[in-house]
């Protein structure tokens, strides 16, 4: 998939399960992550590299699994958590601004680093999940592609048209758990 698929993919996801714009922002970094650490350096080596060792599927499923077990149990979690798109768009005036004197204090910047890298892993695991559309990626082994949900063209049609069909799903999905 293209880059600006999986970012749009990835932020609607993280906004349709958890009405948060602020977690969705979150997993923009890590949509692309993946491809990112693998074609950083030399372009003539990075083809060879790509699907390798940044799209370990498995990898990045535990570690989403373990950051969130450790960030779910923290009150940056629990604050951030508020700020969803119903309590934005209700204007509930303490869910309208963060309050950044609060995140840094002393004891919720680590807890903030790992909100904000349980979210990234899961913005890398979703990349993951959707080149399995396009292709095959490893799951723990760099060398061995098993992974493979189907096999769409990166950049064609149908992957736009998946993509605006799968928008325009989490959208109403949105509607009808944020306002319902």
């Known amino acids: 998939m293209q880059w600006a698929s999986h970012e749009v993919t990835a932020f609607f996801t993280v906004l349709a399960l958890t009405g948060n714009p602020v977690f969705a922002v979150f997993s923009l970094p890590g949509s692309i992550f993946p491809d990112v650490c693998e074609f950083w350096g030399s372009p003539e080596t990075s083809w060879e590299r790509h699907r390798t060792y940044g799209h370990l599927t498995g990898v990045w499923l535990i570690a989403t699994i ?50 904000f890298l349980a979210w990234f892993s899961f913005g890398a695991l979703m990349h993951c999940i959707e080149d399995a559309l396009t292709g095959r990626v490893p799951v723990f082994n760099p060398g061995k592609r098993s992974l493979s949900f189907g096999h769409i063209i990166t950049g064609s049609l149908v992957e736009h048209v998946l993509v ?17």
């Open 66 to 115: 373990l950051l969130f077990l450790f960030s779910l149990q923290t009150p940056v979690y629990d604050y951030l958590s508020r700020f969803t798109i119903r309590n934005l768009l209700l204007r509930v005036h303490e869910y309208l601004f963060l309050d950044f004197r609060f995140l840094y204090t002393p004891g919720n910047v680590f807890p903030g680093i790992m909100v």
């Open 164 to 180: 605006f069909l799968y928008v325009a799903w989490c959208i109403i999905w949105i509607y009808f758990h944020q306002f319902r």
